[in-house]
């Protein structure tokens, strides 16, 4: 599987998040704590990363992303009941829009790390 490590690396991180804060804290709070794991385990982070989307190689709007993890994988936090379609949907045109080939929604839910992993299509 594609940057497969690399994923393992940060799904494993959010695991200890959650073990240490548990659920019911704002996104911003789990981004804090991931920020701290992950430079801890030596990856190169860039929190609230302003990417840009392209159309026919010219710049039609840009996002910002939670976090972007070795300038390779795109990580979304929520911390909702439930995962939703848009919030996948929301992952795969930042894919799309950008060079990043993988990325990750981790959801800091009730009683679970709930983790979707999308990967663009090459």
């Not at 709007?61 to 439930?82: M, P, Q």
């Not at 949907?89 to 990325?103: A, C, E, F, K, M």
Request: proline letters at 1%; hydrophobic letters at 45%.
């Amino acid at each position: 599987m594609l940057h497969s490590e690399l994923t393992e690396k940060i799904i494993a991180c959010a695991y200890k998040v959650y073990n240490q804060m548990g659920y019911g804290y704002l996104e911003s709070v789990y981004e804090k704590c991931m920020l701290i794991e992950l430079t801890d385990i030596g990856l190169s982070v860039e929190v609230q990363k302003h990417l840009e989307v392209f159309y026919k190689g010219q710049v039609v709007g840009d996002f910002v992303a939670d976090i972007v993890v070795n300038n390779t994988v795109i990580v979304e936090l929520k911390s909702v009941s439930k995962i939703a379609k848009a919030h996948e949907i929301q992952l795969v045109n930042y894919l799309v829009s950008t060079d990043r080939p993988v990325g990750l929604i981790l959801n800091f839910a009730k009683n679970k790390v709930e983790v979707k992993r999308k990967v663009k299509n090459l």
